[in-house]
């Protein structure tokens, strides 16, 4: 697929600027070491698509490295499931750890290590609280936190204590490790932060060997240290954890990484909390983290988005250092503008009526030739048959039409695609009054689409198939996943689900040529919008097709009002 292994560094911003002053410098000997971090609690999103392409991105910018770390320090919400699907989600992305794959668990030696280290030192200590009373001292936004009765106890103490957690001789929520730093800190972060937890749960990797876990912030900064990271990037929720982060370093007195943070990304109508994705997956809102309607990676990957689209996509947002919504319109103006260059042409009936054209000779099918992509001539042209019976869209049709109506009418004249110019003549109906069928008649002379010998026009071109070739599809029409720009506007997200987010459109009647489609292919239906082979439904003669996205440019209108 074109553009899919162009993986561009990405456009300057103000990383890069901070990244350009460092080499000069010589900070770090002109190293640049990026990495991405996903916990493997969950399936990545596009959100995670846009620090993908940064750090990648950067990495490749400046010859420098980035590695692929698993944060896995939580074994109750953490599989082998998701750690495969992000490895597999990076890589459709178009980019390569090379031999720099690493998981925080790969550590937890050492980082045992350093919160003895961390006890030795007076910096850290066993507190006895229970998690709600932890709270409670913790103080809020405008009053200072009070010190734990157990923050003075003495490192002989501690030193026991942690060793007992570790050998799983205390309960869980008995006690935690936390940092010794400062409880009135206007910085809530710093109020003595929990740095191990107790949690007697196999690990994944680790399996039963460990019953107590690092927390993120102690974890990340150290495993940032280890590996040599130069450019720590984040976004900026994490900005508050960035005192923690250097304080820890600074403790310990190890290699300090510079944690640099930047907006995340907020897409309109869409959910990229992962938390509110695991509740939509397990409550069976969607089919699964692939459901096309998901922002998951995987589920944009199954309508039938292209990683390049992505990259670009978040190539064109940029890097911000402050949150803002980003318009869906932009994400798909993306796509279509690459698969408007690749995308062959064919034409698909998703709700269809049967037009009879009676003055056309009976048993007869010719051969008529459709350009395959306008945009493309190298692409060429393809053969589809025209018989006297054809169907077109329901909605091209009116009996009684308002006045900007220039489709098909009793009485009214429409040119078929690549074919002739049809005129209708009456309706056929069921026994209940529904139109079934149209009786119409065609022009000899506009063979081709073309205008006829006297000059005559018409307002409206139709697209169709002929009924005795036409295949019998399932198409899949989809929408928005909520109906509301901002789902979380309110508390319950779930209220703002899109009922019409997936209508399937059972009764489509598409050319012969689709019946043998490869899945995973793209083509633009002409008129209705982009289609996806469904890679996972779809069989061999029995193609089942995702809309990727309509044609309505709704960006490019935006776009002209700016």
Known sequence: MPGENNTEAPSGNFITHIIDEDLETGKYDGRVVTRFPPEPNGYLHIGHAKSICLNFGIAKRYNGTCHLRFDDTNPLKESIEYVESIKEDVRWLGYDWQDHLYFTSDYFDQLYAYAVQLIKAGKAYVDSLTPDEIRE???????????????????????????????????EESCVLRAKIDMASPNIVMRDPTLYRIRKKDHHRSGSKWCIYPMYDFAHCLSDSIEKVTHSICTIEFVNNRELYDWLLDALDVYHPQQIEFARLNLSYTV??????????SEGHVSGWDDPRMPTLSGLRRRGY??????????????????????????????????????????????????????????????????????????????????????IERDDFMEDPPKKFFRLAPGREVRLRYAYFIKCNDVI??????????????????????????????????????AAHAIDAHVRLYDHLFNVENPMQSGDFQQHLNPGSLVSADVSKLEPGLKDAEPGSHFQFERMGYFFTDPEDSSPGAPVFNRVTTLRDTWAKIKKTL
């Open 137 to 171: 001292f913790r103080g809020t936004l405008n009053t200072p936190g009070k010190e734990s009765p157990y923050r003075d106890r003495p490192v002989e103490e501690n030193l026991a204590l942690f060793e007992q957690m570790a050998k799983g001789e205390l309960e």
């Open 272 to 281: 990229l909390s992962k938390r509110r994705l695991i509740q939509l997956v």
């Open 306 to 391: 292209t990683p390049s689209s992505i990259r670009k996509f978040c190539d064109t947002i940029g890097v911000a250092r402050r949150d803002s919504m980003v318009d869906i319109s932009l994400l798909e103006y993306t796509l279509r503008e690459e698969l408007n260059r690749f995308a062959p042409r064919v034409m698909a009936v998703l709700n269809p009526v049967k037009v009879i054209i009676e003055n056309y000779p009976e048993g007869r099918t010719e051969t008529l030739e459709a350009v395959n992509n306008p945009e493309d001539p190298s692409m060429g042209s393809r053969s589809i048959p025209f018989s006297r019976e054809i169907y």
């Open 429 to 466: 109906r069921d026994d209940s009054g529904n139109i079934t069928a149209l009786r119409c008649t065609y022009d000899p002379e506009t063979r081709g689409g073309n205008t006829p010998p006297d000059g005559r026009k018409v307002k409206a071109t139709l697209h169709w198939v002929s």
